[in-house]
């Protein structure tokens, strides 16, 4: 019987080895044979996920956050293995992406008796992403977090160090080129998923299906048009303001006069200038039926 190897991070969420052990627990009911590899620091997921290959598994299941699938779906991406989600982490957001809430039943019977779909991932400079990578405000934030204050706090600490980044926000002109055309702004979100972080979509015409890059660009900086683009997003009116653009496209690179820290799936990956493409190679992830 190929197994399915659960690659998951003990310290993602709250009580995060108990509902690991129980996760496991219920595949095993189920009558699938579950081997269980744990990250001990950051780079381990992808490490993990690629001796997995060797095993020839039925499925690798991702057991953690967003960061942790990151790591995964680099090792998996061009594969047949498909991606399960355990959503564990503090933000969940391709859990919501494809359905899932933190009911881990939900996700063990999407694992066993879901559906497989293959999606289309992005790459930042030579990392792939699954949801979407961004410069400006939110990679400042993530580059600012505490992650003591994350493990304390959970989602409050970004909102705190979110309120930090705000009160001196980015003030460093980009310069972006989207398939030939340049253009200019203080902040830029490439999105896969429609989902940002948590309920609210910051690319709201994307999809994993889709073979195509959406960037939301935010053409002014300061407190308060900086207010005024998180107000918009969280009520989703964010692309009806005149000094936000909205693009589609395959390909797009980013450079500024400061090599600016970019994020991709919640995490820092690198640093301006950079370039940001569709993979050529896709993924199969198991979602709800």
Not at 15 to 43: F, M, N
Request: aromatic share 6%.
């Amino acid at each position: 019987m190929r197994p399915i190897i659960v690659i998951a991070n003990p310290i993602a969420g709250r009580r995060c080895p108990q509902r690991i052990e129980q996760s496991v627990a219920a595949l095993r009911r189920r009558g699938a044979k579950v081997d269980v590899w744990y990250t001990q620091r950051r780079g381990d997921g992808l490490m993990l996920c690629q001796q997995a290959m060797a095993q020839n598994p039925r499925a690798v299941v991702a057991a953690g956050g967003d960061g942790t699938i990151n790591e995964i779906i680099n090792g998996l991406a061009g594969t047949a293995i498909p991606l399960g989600i355990l959503p564990l982490g503090t933000a969940n957001v391709f859990a919501r992406e494809i359905g899932l809430s933190s009911n881990l039943e939900e996700a063990i019977a999407a694992i066993c008796d879901g559906r497989a779909q293959r999606v289309h991932l992005g790459v930042a400079g030579n990392r792939h992403f699954l949801l979407m990578a961004g410069v400006g405000f939110d990679a400042q934030v993530v580059y600012k977090l505490d992650l003591g204050l994350k493990k304390m706090l959970g989602k409050l600490a970004y909102v705190l160090t979110g309120l930090r980044v705000l009160l001196a926000p980015p003030s460093q002109q980009l310069e972006i080129e989207v398939d030939g055309e340049i253009l200019t702004g203080y902040g830029v979100i490439i999105g896969k998923s429609r989902h940002y972080g948590g309920d609210f979509k910051a690319t709201p015409l994307a999809g994993l299906e889709l073979p195509e890059l959406d960037l939301c660009i935010f053409r002014r900086h300061g407190l308060l048009p900086l207010t005024r683009y998180i107000a918009g997003i969280a009520r989703g009116r964010h692309l009806e303001l005149p000094d936000v653009l909205y693009r589609k496209a395959t390909q797009a690179y980013v450079r500024c006069a400061l090599p600016l820290p970019v994020q991709a799936d919640g995490d820092i990956i690198g640093r301006l200038p950079m370039e940001f493409t569709v993979a050529r190679e896709s993924l199969t992830i198991l979602r709800p039926a």
